[in-house]
């Protein structure tokens, strides 16, 4: 009885005040953490798309200053430039096709706009998840008081 009793006040204090209400604020309970389960899952694949955004736009501005470079060579001195540097060109090349697809305009954000994005994202990202973690534990006090109680009446 005492079990019950505990069970009792916590669902108070959940502001649930019957039996006959504990199952329907359960199963919402449930629905609400699926439902942002699926959301911090959504913003953990959007930071991890800003994640690799900012390696791109750092490895184009790496590897920018030696294709100006070769760029500005005259004819004679590109093919030697280009044979000591090809793999960071190749790379720059590359690089450039990846942001052109991202960015078909041809502006893509700086490093620190996308780091904004990321931060911003992480933070909402760690907010919902305390959210989160509060929905489980109601979601474990609703399970045992439920059962507790059922035991009880049988």
């Known amino acids: 009885m005492k079990n019950v009793a505990d069970m009792i006040n916590m669902l108070e204090g959940y502001n649930i005040k019957s039996t006959a209400e504990l199952k329907p604020v359960a199963n919402v309970v449930l629905a609400e953490r699926a439902v942002m389960s699926r959301t911090i899952d959504t913003m953990v694949n959007k ?4 994640s690799e955004r900012i390696e791109l736009v750092r490895k184009f501005q790496q ?3 030696f294709y100006d470079e070769y ?13 000591d540097n090809e793999p960071v060109i190749n790379q720059f090349h590359e690089v450039g096709k990846a942001l052109r697809s991202l960015y078909p305009d041809g502006k893509f954000p700086s490093v620190a706009t996308l780091s904004k994005q990321r931060d911003d994202l992480e933070t909402e990202r760690r907010e919902l998840h305390k959210q989160y973690t509060q929905l489980k534990q109601k979601s474990a006090d609703l399970d045992r008081a439920s059962q507790t109680i059922e035991d009880y009446l049988e």
């Open 47 to 50: 930071i991890n798309d800003i």
């Open 63 to 65: 590897t920018k200053p």
């Open 71 to 83: 760029k500005t060579l005259p004819k004679r001195k590109q093919q030697k430039f280009y044979d």
